[in-house]
């Protein structure tokens, strides 16, 4: 165990990024979050030093890790919505590529080797193999996908040429909220499918969408691999201390390697609720797979990660209790 490394967590005030905070103090960590509070949630930081900064000012970032004395990053500030990257790649390549440059500058000038970096099932495209290891090809089908593996690509270069030592955790579906019910998803607007349910069940929103029946699955919705965020925060702290440890450079899938469909999720809430969900079945989403489902065994062996509340029902459970305890987020009741 390594005890209190000095990190950065860029996105700290994020969905993932507050959680993986909570996680770092819990298991001894200095942590001090860089977040522009585009996406983030102030309220959403608690037992960190906190800057608002955007990772577009260099020059910011890298006085802030030298002041800070910083051993380590964590980067999860970035773009993520599929569909609106479809529309907008320009603002997805500059936020996670041109910005995630910057970081990996800033790095190298204030000298500090070891990234936690946030990437995703999207790098792999449409999957030829289900579950997907990570030597399954890398054929994005989006931009978002398609910038975060540009970053991966660039932190391999870094790696040989600087010696930047990296681990690059590719999520499936985060979903759930803090277990102690401190921290939870809020998302403006909000685009996935659980806290969406969710909002059904609060009666904030009339009816459940369902993105395509006739996929090839066993009900024909969509099927996903759902893991609890305070788990994927977990992998997270694994990943850091491993490199501060003297790990090599990785790359793991963080999911759990079992799937659901749209319809067991909802299925799931209305028990975990009481309430009946209504559903209105629409046209498929662009771009999405029928089936995302993750072979995590690699990070189990090598790092020891061991999910704890990735069953559907906690996930579910977990959320519905963030969701009916705060259903303005982090805004005051
Ligand atoms: N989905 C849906 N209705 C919604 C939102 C999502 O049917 O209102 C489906 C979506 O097509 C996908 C799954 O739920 O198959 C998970 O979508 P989400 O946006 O939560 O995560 P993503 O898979 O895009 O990361």
Redesign the pocket.
Do not use: A
């Given at each position: 165990m390594i005890y209190g490394l000095r990190i950065l967590v860029t996105g700290g005030a994020g969905y993932i990024g507050c959680h993986a905070v909570k996680e770092l103090v819990k298991a001894g960590h200095r942590v001090t979050v860089l977040d522009n509070l585009s996406k983030g949630h102030r309220a959403a930081v608690k037992d960190a030093n906190f800057v608002q900064a955007d990772l577009a000012r260099k020059k910011i970032v890298t006085e802030l890790l030298q002041a800070e004395q910083i051993e380590a990053v964590m980067h999860f500030a970035a773009s993520s919505l599929?569909g609106e990257s479809m529309q907008h790649p320009a603002a997805y390549y500059q936020n996670n590529v041109v910005n995630g440059l910057n970081l990996l500058e800033a790095m190298r000038e204030a000298g500090v080797t070891y990234l936690v970096f946030s990437s995703t099932a999207a790098v792999y495209g449409e999957p030829i193999a289900t579950p997907i290891t990570e030597d399954h090809p890398t054929l994005p089908t989006n931009p978002y996908g398609a910038t975060k593996l540009a970053v991966e690509e660039a932190l391999a270069w870094y790696y040989r040429a600087y010696g930047l030592k990296y681990i690059s955790l590719r999520y499936f579906?985060a979903a759930g909220a803090d277990p102690d019910g401190d921290l939870g998803e809020d998302h403006d607007p909000e685009?996935?499918?659980?806290p969406?349910v969710l909002k059904v069940a609060l009666g904030q929103l009339p009816a459940?969408?369902?993105?395509?029946s006739d996929y090839p699955t066993p009900d024909g919705?969509?099927i996903?691999d759902y893991i609890h965020v305070t788990d994927l925060a977990g992998a997270h702290v694994l990943a850091i201390e491993a490199l501060a440890g003297g790990s090599e450079p990785a790359i793991y899938n963080l999911g759990n390697g079992s799937g659901y469909s749209?319809l067991e999720v909802i299925r799931t809430a209305e028990k975990v609720t009481g309430r009946v969900l209504p559903l209105n079945t629409t046209g498929r989403?662009p771009g999405?797979p029928a089936v995302?489902v993750a072979g995590p065994e690699k990070i189990r062996r090598e790092l020891g990660w061991e999910p704890r509340y990735s069953d559907l029902p906690t996930i579910i459970e977990t959320a519905w209790r963030w969701h009916r305890n705060h259903p303005r987020g982090f805004a005051e009741k």
């Open positions: 599929v579906n685009t996935h499918l659980i969406l459940v969408k369902v993105f395509g919705t969509c996903r749209v989403r999405d995302l």
